[in-house]
Each structure stands twice: as C-alpha cells, then as structure tokens.
T-cell receptor, first 117, second 114 residues
Framework: GAVVSQHPSWVICKSGTSVKIECRSL??????MFWYRQFPKQSLMLMAT?????????EQGVEKDKFLINHASLTLSTLTVTSAHPEDSSFYIC?????????????FGPGTRLTVL | AQSVAQPEDQVNVAEGNPLTVKCTYS??????LFWYVQYPNRGLQFLLK??????LVKGSYGFEAEFNKSQTSFHLKKPSALVSDSALYFC????????????FGPGTSLSVIP
C-alpha cells in the first residue's frame, strides 16, 4: 500500500516551453501533497504544500507563477514549470500523505528528472 | 527553528559488519522523526519513524533506530550490512510550530564494501 507515482519519469524540453509533472497516489486518498526539488548530491528542498481543493502554499523564494501547482482531486497533484530555463533542470519529487496530522508518514514518488536545453 | 544534522557525508562499512548512520535534530516541542533511503535516480523510500513510546524503533529491511531525547539523536542502525544497503540515507524531523512540514537532513551516503 501507499504507492505514489510520478509521470513522466524524465523529460527533456527546450528553453521557454512549459512542462507538466503529475503526481498520483495510487491506493490511497491524499489530503496533502508536497513538491520537492533535489539538486545532485543534495537534500530535498520543499517547494510547496498542496491541499486538495485549495491553493498551494509556497515556500519562501519559490516563484508561484513559475511553478504552478494544481491539486484537483484527492489522488492527483500537478506541477507545471512554466517558461522553463536551464537553471530549472533538476530532480523533482512529490510526496503524499493520508491526513494533515503530524504523525502521518509521507510517501514519495519516484521522481521526475527535468532537463531544460 | 527546526533543523536536522547528519554529521557524516559518507559512511563506509564492510559487508556483514554493523552500520550506524548518525542524525541529530533540533525542534521545539516533541519531535517526530523519520528515516528514508534513496537509491540512484529514485524517490525516497520510508524506512521507519519515531512518534512516541519505545525509544527503539524497528523498520524495513532490518533497520532500526534509537531515539535519545537527552542527546537529541536518532541514529539509524543495522546489525549486519548488505551490499544492497548502499544508498543515500536521509533523516527527517517534524515538530515544533509547523506540523505539516518535514525538514530533511543533508543526507549520508552509505557504501557497503563486499
């Protein structure tokens, strides 16, 4: 149980284009989903917290107009990188949890490798 | 402010020997502590967590961790390392004033040498 998928697993795009990444909880309903960014050999940096049916909460320094997050259902959240640039190239990981409680475990997707040319 | 430290960037251990990956934390209030493992180009896999109760927590793949409140530590251990345990390990903590944010440590790369 508690499987989270991401699609695509990797994507290459041209500078200036937009890329959408999907995050799905396959066998549970996730009230909260999180989007992280990870640079090589570094830890995860939380970008935003997404609650179903409401606007995402972005971390300081993360541009909400550039990284659009939509959490339309209890099993799906999407991250759209708009007008992508080479510096947006990174490994993007989503996670989901069952409830908003502090003790609930976050389950992570396999990640999406974005390369912007 | 919450913080997590993993003092070792790299840990090398021989196969069959016990392994320890260290983690210390700083939070206000009761901590909720987690360990995750990440294999190359993959997401994080949950290993174990401490919420309350017994200080020794047992998790997946034979891993365990001991919560030590006085030392504010949550070290990950395994009695006998396998080559397949080689990966990146992240300690994480949640607590304090913001219950919905998990703070991750910088990660420790574990290499198990055959």
């Amino acid at each position: 149980g508690a499987v989270v998928s991401q699609h695509p697993s990797w994507v290459i795009c041209k500078s200036g284009t937009s890329v959408k990444i999907e995050c799905r909880s396959l066998d549970f309903q996730a009230t909260t989903m999180f989007w992280y960014r990870q640079f090589p050999k570094q830890s995860l940096m939380l970008m935003a917290t997404s609650n179903e049916g409401s606007k995402a909460t972005y971390e300081q320094g993360v541009e909400k107009d550039k990284f659009l997050i939509n959490h339309a259902s209890l099993t799906l959240s999407t991250l759209t990188v708009t007008s992508a640039h080479p510096e947006d190239s990174s490994f993007y990981i989503c996670s989901a949890k069952l409830s908003s409680g502090p003790t609930d475990t976050q389950y992570f997707g396999p990640g999406t490798r974005l390369t912007v040319l | 402010a919450q913080s997590v430290a993993q003092p070792e960037d790299q840990v090398n251990v021989a196969e069959g020997n016990p392994l320890t990956v260290k983690c210390t934390y700083s939070v206000s209030g009761n901590p909720y502590l987690f360990w995750y493992v990440q294999y190359p180009n993959r997401g994080l896999q949950f290993l174990l967590k401490y919420i309350t109760g017994d200080n020794l927590v047992k998790g997946s793949y034979g891993f365990e961790a001991e919560f030590n409140k006085s030392q504010t530590s949550f070290h990950l251990k395994k009695p006998s390392a396998l080559v397949s345990d080689s990966a990146l390990y992240f300690c994480a903590v949640r607590g304090g004033t913001s219950y919905d944010k998990v703070i991750f440590g910088p990660g420790t790369s574990l290499s198990v040498i055959p």
